[in-house]
């Protein structure tokens, strides 16, 4: 994982935002076939 250089301390939400990143990225990642046009 990239980390990320702050001017302070990352909060909880910094954290849930890339996690959500990351699942999201991993569910349209799997999209294909009818659903492939969510995907881009």
Do not use: H, Q, T
């Amino acid at each position: 994982m990239i980390e990320l250089a702050f001017d302070r301390e990352p909060l909880d939400v910094d954290r849930l935002a890339n996690e959500y990143v990351a699942f999201s990225y991993r569910i349209a990642n799997s999209l294909c076939g009818v659903n492939r046009p969510a995907r881009d």
